[in-house]
């Protein structure tokens, strides 16, 4: 399997911009996480979805996020309006079970690297 | 008390080293935890579960304490490849959500 999938690798955007960062799971895994990493604040959970359906969204910051997941293959997470602040590398994970319960380990994407200007 | 701490560090070893890194965590409650090293500019990347009887790969030992609610990891004979950050993790209060603590890097000299 390829692993977890992201693109783009890199965005630059300006303020107020629309910003889609997309994410391919591995095949077979029931969950899929939005994280979002920062010098000052480390690694954070955005969201998470168990078979496409949102389970726990509660990281995500503030309206201007979304993420949807219309299939088992793929899940956008979406800015609107973008601001400075969101600069982050965001990364998508996918996992076949709970780690909390089942010890499935999360994999990882190579991340999205996200500079808004 | 943040959810999950650790010594950011940074840690100088040179190589053939002992090092050894401790997080702590708030939740009582959690039952699973695990170490993730992460390269610069990489994605994290599991390096080992940490079981409640403790637990060795290789050059690695993990241990757990539960009573006082803090995980190490222990590296023997450090290499210059184990140069990384390494993120402790522990599942947080909602099912499936994963807390990982800011990570303590390391740097192998030579």
């Known amino acids: 399997d390829a692993g977890v999938i992201q693109s783009p690798r890199h965005e630059v955007t300006e303020m107020g911009q629309e910003v889609t960062l997309r994410c391919k799971p591995i095949?077979?895994?029931?969950?899929l996480f939005w994280y979002r990493q920062t010098m000052m604040r480390g690694l954070e959970l955005l969201i998470y979805f168990n078979n496409n359906v949102p389970i726990d969204d509660s990281g995500m910051p503030e309206d201007r996020f979304s993420a949807k997941m219309p299939n088992a293959s793929f899940s956008t997470l979406k800015i609107q309006p973008s601001e400075p602040r969101d600069s982050a590398v965001y990364f998508c994970?996918?996992?076949?079970?709970?780690?909390?319960?089942?010890?499935?380990?999360?994999?990882f994407g190579a991340g999205t690297r996200l500079s808004v200007l | 008390r943040k959810e999950v701490e650790q010594d950011p560090g940074p840690f100088n070893v040179p190589e053939g080293a002992t090092v050894a890194f401790n997080c702590t965590y708030s939740?009582?409650?959690?039952?699973?935890f695990f170490w993730y090293r992460q390269d610069c500019r990489k994605e994290p990347k599991l390096l080992m579960s940490?079981?409640?009887s403790g637990n060795e790969d290789g050059r690695f030992t993990a241990q757990l304490n539960r009573a006082s609610q803090y995980i190490s990891l222990l590296i023997r004979d450090s290499k210059l490849s184990d140069s990384a950050t390494y993120l402790c993790?522990?599942?947080?209060?909602?099912?499936?959500?994963?807390?990982f603590g800011k990570g303590t890097k390391l740097s192998v000299k030579p």
């Open positions: 993790v522990v599942n947080g209060r909602s099912q499936g959500n994963l807390i």
């Open positions: 095949s077979g895994h029931d969950y």
């Open positions: 994970a996918s996992s076949p079970g709970l780690a909390g319960f089942t010890k499935n380990i999360q994999y």
């Open positions: 940490v079981y409640s």
């Open positions: 939740n009582s409650a959690s039952q699973s």
